[in-house]
């Protein structure tokens, strides 16, 4: 993975993480990687990866369980509020975007209505 | 812990490192960076034992370094030292005979990682192997510090994440990991901290990922901030 | 310790090797001499093989001292300052490499001198010729200016007095160079000072043995001498050692 080393890497992986939860790639309930295995896998830092895992915890999107591992969380509602946290997310960038090229929010809907 | 106070190295008039205090601690990947001649291998020397300060002191568990702290700090130089007669299988052997936290397993599997084979000699192989062959075998012992001088020198872009994730495999809890190198991208995810060295003094040591959320700036950008007006000749 | 010593042999081991071959040849010949009955090749080659016992101990700690050389002042120095033994067991190692293959060196040509007069007391007629070369060497050898008279307990002296006075000379080597690597580094001249503070040592310890009276017994001399040799040879490693601890930067 290719990171934006002017942004915190625990948030971009934490990103990463969330999208393959609401995709389904990590389905509710599965095992992640511990936290060596997955600054391995994404070749970050240990502690980065941990912290990682602090800030799903503390979104209530994964649970630790003690001598177990981490676990993606089981609570369907949890995971469509993050689908819809995310879908803002990327509304929002496309806003940014629209609107720096001079385009209003109506055209901008028009737009999208008019997409196939 | 490992700690300098103070420390100085001269070389005739020059200075090598000049008055460098700094702690580091265990849980930390630090990325000593700086240009060429700033002093980093130096100060890594003088950790290891094999070069005397001039003057200050350098500590690992609050002792001076010594015969006792090189049992638990690996060091890896950027240059080869191995006996010309050497096998890579001989390399091992010689490890083995002298440090009681050198695993011949480990060995055998990182020189497999790393497409190497135990019947070549030392001698004739290419730089890019002979890096290979010193990460292995530095990284095959379980030491407590680990001190990497440019392990991503004469390594090409596949080799090199093969050996992030090595590094990144012994980094835990009770280990010190330090990495120099001018390929300060190649560090950017792997460090937790950096050590900026400039012309032997201590510039600062930055915590990364509260520099990314704080200010929004990169390790490199940070490296260009402080050697930016310095000829950048290093960072190839 | 043992270790260490194990690789100081693989350092020298080629050349060690090559010696052998070489006092082998020479074996050879004389064999070749003493069945075939050329006298003279005999008798030569044993000359040969009494010179390359002597050679082969200068070589050995020649090379011991250049070996040291370049395990202080090249890359090399890492494979022994990075691991964790004391300047003190590293030099140790090499003191006492050094010696034994000397002592083992002198072991073996002492066996195959033995051996070879045997062989030609067996054959009755190179017997007489090669006695006579054997004397006549050892007409030539003579110490503190008297003749040497030809018995086990001097030969035994000799040969460990030849030892130790090599021993201090080679530890008296190892000091200069130990000194040039850790104190002289980077000034000018420094490599001349060290031989020249190599030479002084020297001198000062044949100007020490040259106080010993020499009213004893020729073998009780060579033993003072020895004991004397040992004592500096001691005194020059601790210092040694100790300034590799202290001082020096590989």
Redesign the interface.
């Known amino acids: 993975m290719q990171f934006d080393p002017m942004r915190p890497i625990w948030l971009q992986v934490m990103g990463e993480i969330e999208t393959s939860i609401v995709t389904g790639v990590r389905a509710p309930g599965e095992k992640l990687p511990g936290g060596r295995d997955l600054a391995m896998l994404y070749g970050i830092n240990p502690n980065t990866a941990a912290r990682v895992y602090q800030e799903l915890e503390k979104a209530g999107l994964c649970e630790t369980r003690r001598g177990m591992g981490t676990f993606v969380t089981g609570d369907a509602q949890r995971i469509t509020e993050l689908r819809i946290e995310l879908a803002r997310q990327a509304v929002q960038e496309f806003m940014v975007k629209i609107d720096s090229l001079g385009v209003s929010k109506e055209e901008a809907v028009k737009m999208i209505s008019e997409m196939e | 812990m490992l700690e300098s106070r103070e420390l100085t190295k001269s070389f005739g008039s020059v200075v090598a490192v000049d008055h460098v205090s700094l702690k580091l601690e265990a849980g930390h990947v630090y990325a000593m960076l700086g240009p060429n001649g700033s002093g980093k291998t130096t100060w890594m020397k003088m950790a290891a034992g094999l070069i005397k300060p001039t003057s200050g002191q350098i500590l690992y568990e609050e002792r001076p370094v010594g015969v006792e702290s090189r049992r638990h700090i690996a060091y890896m130089s950027t240059e080869p030292y191995f006996y010309n007669w050497m096998t890579i299988r001989d390399v091992g052997r010689y490890y083995e005979d002298f440090f009681e936290d050198f695993s011949m397993e480990r060995y055998k599997e990182l020189i497999g990682r790393m497409e190497l084979r135990e019947d070549m000699k030392t001698r004739t192989l290419s730089s890019g192997m002979m890096a290979k062959l010193k990460i292995a075998v530095t990284l095959a012992r379980d030491a407590k510090v680990y001190m990497l001088d440019e392990p991503f020198n004469g390594i090409d872009l596949l080799a090199r994440d093969e050996i992030r994730t090595c590094i990144l495999q012994f980094a835990s809890e009770d280990k010190i990991l330090l990495l120099s190198s001018h390929l300060v991208e190649e560090m950017e995810a792997v460090a937790d901290r950096a050590i900026f060295i400039k012309q032997g003094h201590l510039e600062e040591i930055v915590d990364l990922e509260t520099m990314r959320t704080e200010y929004g700036i990169s390790m490199a950008d940070r490296y260009r901030q402080i050697y930016g007006h310095e000829e950048v000749t290093s960072n190839v | 310790m043992f270790?260490l010593m194990?690789?100081e042999f693989?350092?020298t081991q080629a050349t060690k090797l090559i010696l052998l071959a070489i006092i082998a040849i020479a074996e050879i010949a004389f064999l070749i001499g003493l069945y075939g009955n050329y006298d003279m090749t005999a008798g030569l080659s044993i000359v040969a093989l009494v010179f390359l016992s002597f050679l082969g101990v200068f070589v050995v700690g020649l090379e011991s001292i250049t070996i040291l050389h370049r395990d202080m002042n090249t890359?090399?120095?890492?494979?022994l300052?990075?691991?964790?033994?004391?300047s003190y067991k590293i030099l140790g190692a090499k003191v006492l490499e050094c010696g034994l293959s000397i002592l083992l060196a002198g072991a073996f040509v002492f066996a195959l001198g033995a051996l070879d007069i045997t062989l030609a007391v067996a054959r009755e007629q190179g017997l007489n010729s090669l006695w006579e070369m054997i004397q006549n060497f050892l007409s030539h050898i003579t110490i503190n200016g008297r003749q040497l008279e030809i018995d086990a307990p001097i030969l035994a002296a000799t040969f460990l007095n030849i030892l130790t006075s090599w021993i201090m000379t080679i530890v008296s080597a190892y000091l200069a160079v130990v000194i040039s690597a850790a104190l002289l580094n980077?000034k000018k001249f420094n490599g001349l000072i060290s031989f020249v503070l190599f030479l002084l040592l020297n001198w000062g310890a044949a100007k020490l043995l040259g106080l010993i009276p020499d009213t004893m017994s020729s073998v009780a001399t060579l033993l003072v001498y020895v004991a004397v040799e040992l004592v500096l040879s001691a005194i020059m490693y601790v210092v040694t050692a100790e300034i590799m601890e202290?001082?020096?930067?590989?």
């Open positions: 270790k194990k690789y693989r350092k890359r090399q120095s890492y494979m300052f990075m691991t964790p033994n004391s980077g202290r001082k020096l930067s590989v």
